[in-house]
């Protein structure tokens, strides 16, 4: 119940283009669904977040997309550019944050 | 404020040394997490603080791995004695607010057990 499944572990993505990651948790409990980017050398950094009472979240180019009733949460990055490049990680929880395994993105210039 | 310090940055170790990874968390923040990172498990929380006080080391594999936070501003990760699958990435982060605010993590230990 406390693990946060994300995927694709891997995602290459042409520049200009929508970039998707997807993730799903178990525990109804979790009421904050973070996104964490990290780049190489780095720790990773919060990104954008979202709670439970709304469906989508946006920010810039980074849009949250939240489904409550199928435990799903995803990330889109709209207009991908080089920079974006990066892992990413979902993370859900309520008293402490589990995070998912991370996704590498890849822009291609 | 220099954000998350951490060090040493790298470590390179014998099997069977002890080895202490310190962290010092932004002033004013009062939760303090220990993570792990491998490309195989991706990040694992291994232990975290509230106020100084550990509050959940459920994630801690062994009991080779200990923690402390002496007082608001210093804490450590001890691991006794190390093992070649102890090789990690480990990351400190602090919140100022609880788990469910921003984490402010730290540029991480490398660690190497030879």
């Known amino acids: 119940q406390q693990q946060v499944k994300q995927s694709p572990q891997s995602l290459i993505v042409q520049k200009g283009g929508i970039s998707i990651i997807n993730c799903a948790y178990e525990?109804?409990?979790?009421?904050?669904f973070p996104w964490y980017q990290q780049f190489p050398g780095k720790g990773p950094a919060l990104l954008i977040a979202?709670?439970?009472?709304?469906s989508e979240k946006k920010e810039g180019r980074f849009t949250i997309s939240f489904n409550k009733s199928a435990k799903q949460f995803s990330l889109h990055i709209m207009d991908s550019q080089p920079g974006d490049s990066a892992t990413y990680f979902c993370?859900?929880?309520?008293?402490?944050?589990?995070f998912g395994k991370g996704t590498r993105l890849h822009i291609l210039p | 404020d220099a954000g998350v310090i951490q060090s040493p940055r790298h470590e390179v170790t014998e099997m069977g040394q002890e080895v202490t990874l310190r962290c010092k968390p932004i002033?004013?923040?009062?939760?303090l997490f220990w993570y792990r990172q491998t490309m195989m498990r991706g990040l694992e929380l291994l232990i975290y603080?509230?106020?100084?006080?550990?509050?959940?080391d459920s994630g801690m594999p062994e009991d080779r791995f200990s923690a402390k936070m002496p007082n608001a501003s210093f804490s450590t990760l001890k691991i006794q004695p190390s093992e070649p699958r102890d090789s990690a990435v480990y990351f400190c982060?602090?919140?100022?607010?609880?788990?469910?605010?921003?984490?402010?993590f730290g540029q991480g230990t490398r660690l190497t057990v030879v």
């Open positions: 525990n109804t409990a979790f009421d904050y």
């Open positions: 979202i709670r439970p009472d709304v």
């Open positions: 603080f509230n106020n100084n006080v550990p509050i959940d």
């Open positions: 982060a602090s919140h100022w607010g609880g788990p469910k605010t921003e984490a402010f």
């Open positions: 002033s004013g923040h009062n939760s």
């Open positions: 993370a859900a929880g309520d008293d402490k944050i589990i």
